[in-house]
Antibody, heavy 118, light 108 residues
Framework: EVQLVESGGGVVRPGGSLRLSCAAS????????MSWVRQVPGKGLEWVSGITWSGDSTDYADSVKGRFTISRDNAKKSLYLQMNSLRAEDTALYYC???????????WGQGTLVTVSS | EIVLTQSPGTLSLSPGERATLSCRASQTVSSDYLAWYQQKPGQAPRLLIY???SRATGIPDRFSGSGSGTDFTLTISRLEPEDLAVYFCQQYARSPRTFGQGTKVEIK
């Protein structure tokens, strides 16, 4: 099991940028693909992006492709999501989760809230 | 994109009753890469079932998953008050990894 703690959320104006971080504890972070999943409070879950254990392959939902970039630093046991050109519809609680290619999302953080508003 | 449709939208049952939740996929979910998650109010989702029928670590055996292809089911054999939650199915066979819209389980 991996414990995950997200940070970096906040209020940002449309068109602005934000970088989310996810700190992992446990010795197995580097062994697993990781993902970001978002949820508008009271609504459903939307997978946003994923990255392989090595970082050599990434994938994005069409809704964020070209605007968001996922990355990781295994030495720091950290996952990141750089979000550019933010839109009102990006407003959501963003979770990091352990899992990506051909694997369920086995562990989740508690989420960090991103609000895009003028 | 594989669209997952869950039914019913809300299930209201008494403690001890059996709950049956459905998840139907718009295309075959290969290798049964289908998971179920439980999300209690104010909490992050928790993995219950993966591979359509395998229970995740620490999940009580009253939770079971079944199905293949395009039709999947989560069964809670005897509802407990703490099972109040929204349950989501998810396919992780193909990009984008999609979720169903959720089934809310209410306890009478």
């Amino acid at each position: 099991e991996v414990q995950l703690v997200e940070s970096g959320g906040g209020v940002v104006r449309p068109g602005g940028s934000l970088r989310l971080s996810c700190a992992a504890s446990g010795s197995t972070f580097a062994d697993h693909g990781m993902s970001w999943v978002r949820q508008v409070p009271g609504k459903g879950l939307e997978w946003v992006s994923g990255i392989t254990w090595s970082g050599d392959s990434t994938d994005y939902a069409d809704s964020v492709k070209g605007r968001f970039t996922i990355s990781r630093d295994n030495a720091k046991k950290s996952l990141y999501l750089q979000m550019n050109s933010l839109r009102a519809e990006d407003t959501a609680l963003y979770y990091c989760a352990r899992g990506f290619n051909y694997g369920p999302f086995a562990d989740w953080g508690q989420g960090t809230l991103v609000t895009v508003s003028s | 994109e594989i669209v997952l449709t869950q039914s019913p939208g809300t299930l209201s049952l008494s403690p001890g009753e059996r709950a049956t939740l459905s998840c139907r996929a718009s295309q075959t979910v290969s290798s049964d890469y289908l998971a179920w998650y439980q999300q209690k109010p104010g909490q992050a989702p928790r993995l219950l079932i993966y591979g359509a029928s395998s229970r995740a670590t620490g999940i009580p055996d009253r939770f079971s998953g079944s199905g293949s292809g395009t039709d999947f089911t989560l069964t809670i054999s005897r509802l407990e008050p703490e099972d109040l939650a929204v349950y989501f199915c998810q396919q992780y066979a193909r990009s984008p990894r999609t979720f169903g819209q959720g089934t809310k389980v209410e306890i009478k």
